[in-house]
Structure formats: C-alpha cells, structure tokens
Nanobody
Framework: QVQLVESGGTLVQTGGSLRLSCVASAPTFSDYAMAWFRQAPSGKVRTFVAAISAMGAHTRYADSVKGRFTVSRDNAKNTVYLQMNSLSPEDTAVYYC?????????????????WGQGTQVTVSS
C-alpha cells in the first residue's frame, strides 16, 4: 500500500508561483510513476496536469500548463514536486498526486492506483 501526502497549496495572486510537494510512503519510490491531477471547483472530474516517469527521465504535461508548470521528483526523498509559475484564476483547483507501479503512467485517472487527499490552490484575480 502506498500513501501519498500533498502539501504546498495556498492562496496566491495572479502571476504568482507555487511549489506543491507530494511525499510517498512507498518502500521503493523509484518503482512508481507519478502524476498530478486537479479538480476545479465546478469540475466533476479530476483532469490531468503532469506526469513523470519512475526515474524522472520523462515528463508529460497537459496543454493548459505546458511552459508554466514543471514536474520533478527526488527519489532519495520519496517526493514529487509540481512547480507552478504564471498562475491564473483558471488554475484554481484541488491538486492531487497519484502513483502507479511502472515506468510511466497515462493521462487518465484510471491509470493510477494510489491517490493523495489533495491540496487546495486558489489564485485570486
């Protein structure tokens, strides 16, 4: 069983930056591909934001965040990060990290087996 705990969400102004962290309890963190999803206040589903392969060599982003967000990981610290720059009110959401055993996961929530509890990011205009 893998437990994920996100942190770093807060209120930020438009144009600001935030870094989210997700710490995993996995015995061998490097066995797991990781991803970030988000759920907007009016959204019914969690949408894909970014993914990173188990060893960190490969990343993938949703078009809406490409060039503004960066996903990274530190396997020695069992932690995955999401650096978010140039934030806009449209980025307001609960952000979730997710994990699946394997080299890299997909863009669907169904591809991931473990989820954190989420961290709220609010961007004021």
């Amino acid at each position: 069983q893998v437990q994920l705990v996100e942190s770093g969400g807060t209120l930020v102004q438009t144009g600001g930056s935030l870094r989210l962290s997700c710490v995993a309890s996995a015995p061998t963190f490097s066995d797991y591909a990781m991803a970030w999803f988000r759920q907007a206040p009016s959204g019914k589903v969690r949408t894909f934001v970014a993914a990173i392969s188990a060893m960190g060599a490969h990343t993938r982003y949703a078009d809406s965040v490409k060039g503004r967000f960066t996903v990274s990981r530190d396997n020695a610290k069992n932690t995955v990060y999401l650096q978010m720059n140039s934030l806009s009110p449209e980025d307001t959401a609960v952000y979730y990290c997710a994990a699946t055993k394997g080299v890299i996961g997909g863009n669907s929530g169904w591809d991931y087996d473990y989820w954190g509890q989420g961290t709220q990011v609010t961007v004021s205009s």
